[in-house]
């Protein structure tokens, strides 16, 4: 079973940046998707960005240009680089690995946005 935990969040100005890390307790080499999520007080949880292990990656519309989801298998940790923060993309941010076996979520880390 591996475990996720995210860091990194906090609170930053508009137009401000922040970097996301996930740090797996297993090897995510060979986790089919590594992804980023997040969910807003009142809103669905939401796919932000996506990372396969072939190297393909995925972006919401609304982050597009903005954030940049990254693997570093060696660290096995997923980084999600965010710049031109918005009060907008206020929300806490999860991680999550997705493959055959099953869906792991970490507990989340908050990221505010100020106007």
């Known amino acids: 079973q591996v475990q996720l935990v995210e860091s990194g969040g906090g609170l930053v100005q508009s137009g401000g940046s922040l970097r996301l890390s996930c740090v797996s307790s297993?090897?995510?080499?060979?986790?089919?998707?590594m992804g980023w999520y997040r969910q807003a007080p009142g809103k669905p949880r939401e796919s932000v960005a996506l990372?396969?292990?072939?190297?393909?990656?995925n972006y919401a519309d609304s982050v597009k240009g903005r954030f940049v989801i990254s693997r570093d298998n060696a660290k096995k940790t997923v980084y999600l680089q965010m710049d031109s923060l918005k009060p907008e993309d206020t929300a806490v941010y999860y991680c999550n690995a997705n493959d055959k076996r099953g869906s792991i979520w970490g507990q989340g880390t908050q990221v505010t946005v100020s106007s």
């Open positions: 297993g090897s995510i080499s060979s986790i089919a998707i």
């Open positions: 990372s396969t292990n072939d190297g393909s990656t």
